[in-house]
């Protein structure tokens, strides 16, 4: 197999032996890519230990960023040419964007239109929650890792613990729902905060997703030892709930779900390291700044930025992004002993 140098611009149209040119969007393992993940910005206005150090990071210069109409004809060619048919918006803190509304409008009025997300960090959410689900919103996640104020504060580096809760209570109203709360635990009390964070998210019906913490610190401090795995939280959860494996198909969803003390109320937990389920991932990712990526810890991009920019037409841009997917490797490699954490941090992914 010939592998397109993801690197660089691609002034011609790719001719990769054996990747389909329309269809699907699909990569050499036979996963089918239909769900886009895409960030509005590297910017956050919170400072989480495990993503960015407290004074910040060095932020995109603004003419790096894609612009409304960029990105617009990006997620046009996505959903009518590629066959995605979920658009999650993502950052840093997409709220952070005063595009978000035309952005999300943009994209519900696609044909087909596809589901849409927002992952955000709550910040804000409660004066936008209504204006973002008239614009055609569907859903939130909103990151939580804990609902004890002192240990809030310790993890993001800012006391906004209230702002956050007010935003999730915002989003259940105006019926963006399922709302799910994100938490990364805290090494140092992450496994005091998980019970409590799962008792206030079965009180409130938001749907609790615990992930396993992933070396995409912008530090690079990431360590195997100082992180919770999946089945310590489990195992935690269990000496306080009852959980039974929920008996829904899980498909190519990362969460493994359990049912709570034989109710309706579920705790997932992404065991994005310990319990990889790469084999199943239906991704594929777009920055702030017009690159695609393969996978979250990918080290290559492919500029899609550079030929909006250059001039090439939409069948330019859908093979490159066709050729990117199909370079696509079999799993995040975290495990191996040649993993190399990608340079970009998870703020400036998108998650």
């Given at each position: 197999m010939t592998v397109t140098n993801l690197g660089l611009p691609m002034p011609t149209r790719p001719n990769t032996p054996g990747?389909?040119?329309?269809?699907?969007?699909?990569?050499?393992?036979?996963?089918?890519?239909?769900?886009?993940?895409?960030?509005?910005?590297?910017?956050?206005?919170?400072?989480?230990?495990?993503?960015?150090?407290?004074?910040?990071?060095?932020?995109?210069?603004?003419?790096?960023?894609?612009?409304?109409?960029?990105?617009a004809r990006l997620l046009r060619i996505a959903v009518t040419r590629l066959g995605i048919t979920s658009i999650?918006?993502?950052?840093?803190?997409?709220?952070?964007?005063?595009?978000?509304?035309?952005?999300?409008?943009?994209?519900?009025?696609?044909?087909?239109?596809?589901?849409?997300?927002?992952?955000?960090n709550g910040l804000g959410l409660k004066r936008r929650a209504k204006a973002l689900k008239d614009a055609g919103l569907?859903?939130?996640n909103v990151s939580l890792d804990t609902v004890n104020a002192e240990h809030f504060a310790q993890i993001t580096r800012r006391d906004r613990l209230d702002d956050v809760l007010a935003g999730l209570a915002a989003a259940a109203e105006a019926g963006l729902g399922p709302v799910k709360v994100n938490a990364v635990l805290d090494p140092r009390t992450g496994l005091d905060d998980v019970v409590p964070l799962l008792r206030f998210c079965l009180d409130h019906g938001y749907q609790l997703r615990v992930i396993e913490q992933m070396p995409l610190d912008a530090g690079h401090e990431w360590s195997r030892a100082k992180t919770i795995d999946g089945q310590t939280v489990l195992d935690t959860l269990r000496r306080h709930f009852d959980l039974r494996p929920d008996p829904s198909p899980r498909g190519s969803a990362p969460a493994q779900l359990w049912r709570v003390d034989g109710g309706t109320g579920t705790v997932g937990v992404i065991a994005s390291v310990s319990e990889s389920f790469c084999g199943a991932c239906d991704r594929t990712r777009l920055t702030a700044d017009g690159q695609i990526r393969n996978c979250l810890f990918a080290t290559t991009e492919t500029d899609l930025r550079r030929l909006l920019r250059d001039g090439a037409d939409d069948d330019d841009i859908e093979a490159a992004w066709r050729s990117a997917m199909w370079a696509k490797a079999a799993g995040h490699g975290i495990n191996d002993p040649n993993f190399v954490q990608p340079a970009r941090p998870m703020s400036a992914i998108g998650g």
């Open positions: 990747m389909p040119t329309r269809g699907p969007l699909v990569d050499t393992f036979g996963r089918v890519a239909t769900d886009l993940r895409v960030s509005l910005t590297d910017r956050c206005n919170l400072r989480c230990t495990y993503c960015m150090p407290a004074e910040g990071l060095d932020w995109l210069p603004d003419n790096q960023l894609l612009r409304a109409d960029e990105l999650r918006f993502t950052g840093g803190e997409p709220l952070v964007s005063r595009d978000l509304e035309a952005t999300i409008a943009a994209a519900a009025a696609l044909h087909p239109r596809p589901e849409i997300a927002v992952t955000t569907n859903r939130v």
